[in-house]
């Protein structure tokens, strides 16, 4: 191996050799999951030992592993002595189901969300999102991957043996104070970890391994690649299998971004190699170059010095030694899933949306006064956007800061249909739910946002540089379902019907699929009750006051399944 070449690219202190094996979250496969959030203590491997948090376990947490189609029951408990929130990023999943600031778990509660996996095969994650508080939560320890697996991947021949060939890989870097504590919203990020371990060494078999990286730091961007430039095939961006395998030396991985790459080791039994972040090549203006600013020497207060900003340095090592397991794959297949073809194009639109990203004060401070969207910090009070369910929209998100931002949103994926004007390179033309934006400059992208609405539960966009969520840039949006709400114009029940009508206690539902969601409300439209039917399909209403109503229902797909009228009494 070119151990010479590589070290002579380091810039930053790395040892010559990597030491500590790379910590291997535990798997959780099938559609029930307990997540038991508590304070820990873990040893990074660097010499810290500090106070974490973690999802069963001291740091991260287990990878689930689901299928599309699977209903789903994930648990979370909070065992923390504060308040938090779980959110399944990049997921389609219901309003109510999604985790945000808005879905609070009080210390000592549990949190049940239930849905059908909709989502194609690729790698999501989840951790938390309470309003001013997701750095914090997420750098002291609590995020895990999510693996979606579906028709289209499993038909493939991909490496898929959970910690032999295939591998969580979560890079991250964090703070600390003087006292050893990790500490948010700071820009002295010096110690990278991979999969909580500082210094990760990784043993593979000689077969082909699959990757699923996910840049889970506060701020900082990676410039993935090899050492001596060796190749390495993307196979799915954030949230689905590319068409095709492309074939990489760099690939950038902004905050909130995953990418599942392979990696050929067939022919490599016996050597190592490093995955690097080239941050030495990245551009000025993105967290993680050597300046943050636009022009030569206009750096940003607060921002030097950080030994990782504008060094290259090595992510993780990687050695050819383990046993091949019994399913290992040989050869990268080419095609993947041709159907994750971006399937809209620009006049499929009804809108275009146009969103400013900006500093609150310009100039040298601007790293350390917040950043706003569209003029206005996030308000937990104020809907930005309300959009109609269904709708096809583009979303022209404009830079006007000096640094870039990984813009995020909840509820869809969507296909980057313009960088700067021109088409996205190719590997960024599958499904995402992040779009790393640099500084002055603008990317448009189209999405529709099908299946759920809710009346009252938004779902967020945001920078996913926690430190700018946190301070308020982000907002927020709902969709609504139009003829859910037109009382006059509702539509006959499809096949179900309610009892007793009048009710007094227990309004009870007839024939509804499995999982099926009703709403009440009254007849000028206001929302008075939702719940999910259990096995038993009843809702109490004895508290509601005596009159009219409409209850109607959903299925979990969202689809509007018919209303009916009916009579509280006394
Ligand atoms: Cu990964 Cu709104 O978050
Ligand atoms: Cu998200
Ligand atoms: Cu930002």
Redesign the pocket.
């Known amino acids: 191996m070119k151990l010479t070449a590589l070290l002579a690219g380091l810039v930053a202190a790395c040892p010559l050799i990597a030491q500590n094996p790379m910590l291997l979250p535990a798997a959780i496969e099938g559609p029930e999951a307990v997540l038991t959030l508590a304070p820990g203590e873990h040893d990074f491997g660097s010499g810290i030992v500090a106070a974490s948090l973690g999802a069963n376990g001291p740091i991260l947490g287990p990878t689930l592993i689901v299928e599309q189609g699977d209903a789903v029951s994930w648990s979370v408990v909070n065992g923390l002595t504060e308040s938090t929130t779980m959110h399944w990023h990049g997921m389609h999943v219901s309003p109510a189901n999604d985790g945000g600031p808005h879905s609070i778990i009080d210390p000592g509660e549990t949190w049940n969300p239930q849905f059908t996996v909709l989502d194609e095969a690729g790698t999501y994650w989840y951790h938390p999102h309470l309003h001013m508080m997701t750095d914090m939560h997420v750098s002291k320890g609590i995020a895990g991957q999510i693996w979606v697996r579906d028709a289209e991947e499993l038909a493939l021949p991909l490496p898929r043996t959970y910690g032999e060939d295939e591998f969580p890989i979560v890079l991250q870097t964090k703070a600390f104070n003087a006292a050893g504590d990790i500490i948010a919203h700071s820009n002295s990020d010096t110690l990278l970890c991979v999969n909580a371990t500082y210094d990760a060494h990784l043993s593979v078999p000689a077969s082909v391994v699959r990757l699923h990286l996910l840049n889970g730091s506060s701020q900082r961007v990676f410039y993935v690649g090899r050492s001596g430039d060796a190749p390495f095939h993307l196979m799915a961006t954030d949230g689905g299998l590319l068409t095709e395998a492309v074939e990489l030396t760099r690939l950038r991985l902004a905050p909130g971004e995953r990418a599942e790459v392979l990696v050929d080791c067939s022919d490599l039994a016996g050597e190592s190699f490093a995955f690097m972040s080239y941050a030495s090549e990245l551009p000025n203006a993105v967290y993680g170059a050597s300046q943050p600013g636009m022009g030569a020497g206009q750096t940003l207060t607060g921002y030097n010095p950080n030994p990782m900003n504008g060094g290259d340095f090595e992510l993780f090592s990687v050695s050819v030694d383990a046993p091949t397991p019994a399913a290992a794959v040989f050869e990268i297949p080419t095609t993947l899933d041709p159907s994750n073809e971006n399937p809209f194009a620009f006049s499929d639109a009804s809108l275009q949306r146009n969103l400013f990203?900006n500093p609150l004060s310009m100039g040298p401070n601007a790293l350390n006064g917040g950043?706003i969207i569209n003029g206005a910090p996030f308000d937990m009070e104020v809907i930005n956007y309300t959009i109609p369910l269904d709708n096809i929209e583009v979303w022209n998100i404009t830079n006007s800061s000096p640094?870039g931002?990984?813009f995020h949103i909840h509820d869809v994926q969507f296909y980057i249909l313009e960088r700067n004007g021109v088409a996205p390179p190719v590997e960024e033309r599958g499904r995402k739910d992040v779009v790393f934006i640099p500084a002055m400059q603008s990317a448009k992208f189209i999405c529709q946002f099908s299946d759920f609405a809710d009346p009252e539960i938004p779902y967020m966009y945001h920078?996913h540089?926690l430190v700018?969520e946190d301070q308020g840039?982000m907002g927020q949006f709902l969709v609504v379902d139009p003829a859910a709400n037109d009382v006059a114009n509702a539509q006959a029940p499809q096949g179900w019907t309610v009892y007793p009508n009048p009710a007094t206690d227990m309004l009870r539902f007839a024939d509804l699929p499995e999982y099926t969601t009703v709403e009440i409300r009254d007849l000028s439209g206001r929302l008075v009750a939702r719940e999910r039917l259990a096995a038993e399909q009843a809702v109490g209403v004895q508290s509601l006051a005596p009159g009219v109503y409409l209850a109607a229902a959903f299925d979990v797909h969202g689809v509007n399944l018919g209303t009916v009228r009916w009579t509280k009494s006394r």
């Open positions: 990203m950043f640094i931002h990984p920078c540089m700018h840039m």
